[in-house]
């Protein structure tokens, strides 16, 4: 599966943005997914994660009350809504899927082995 991300832009702090992933060559059937963002000079981080059952999802306490991940499976279509956004939430986003992992990697980059290639979201304060 090839995933391609958008939906990144300029935003000023309390606002909103939706980040979509698209999927091609294959379905999402079977894969979890997950947003991953990473800050100029700073490491790739984990940010929120949903299973292909549609479970309950997970999050980075950093994000949690405020970012909401959902996925259309029917669309093969990842989204992020981001809401209250402050400049620290400014990164380059990045989905990312994984038929074969576990649940308690969930939160490690290492873990995925497809990856979209990134949006940027800048948030002015």
């Known amino acids: 599966v090839q995933l391609q991300a958008s939906g990144g832009g300029s935003v000023q702090a309390g606002g909103s943005l939706r980040l979509s992933c698209a999927a091609s060559g294959r379905t999402f059937s079977g894969y979890t997914l997950a947003w991953f963002r990473q800050a100029t000079g700073k490491e790739r981080e984990f940010v929120a994660a949903?299973?292909?059952?549609?479970?309950?999802?997970f999050y980075a306490d950093s994000v949690k009350g405020r970012f909401t991940i959902s996925r259309d499976n029917a669309r093969s279509t990842l989204y992020l809504q981001m809401s209250s956004l402050q400049p620290e939430d400014t990164a380059v986003y990045y989905c990312?899927?994984?038929?074969?992992?576990?649940?308690?990697?969930?939160?490690?980059?290492?873990?995925?082995?497809?990856w979209g290639q990134g949006t940027l979201v800048t948030v002015s304060s």
């Open positions: 949903i299973k292909w059952a549609n479970s309950n999802p």
């Open positions: 990312a899927a994984s038929r074969t992992i576990i649940l308690s990697n969930l939160r490690v980059p290492s873990a995925y082995n497809t």
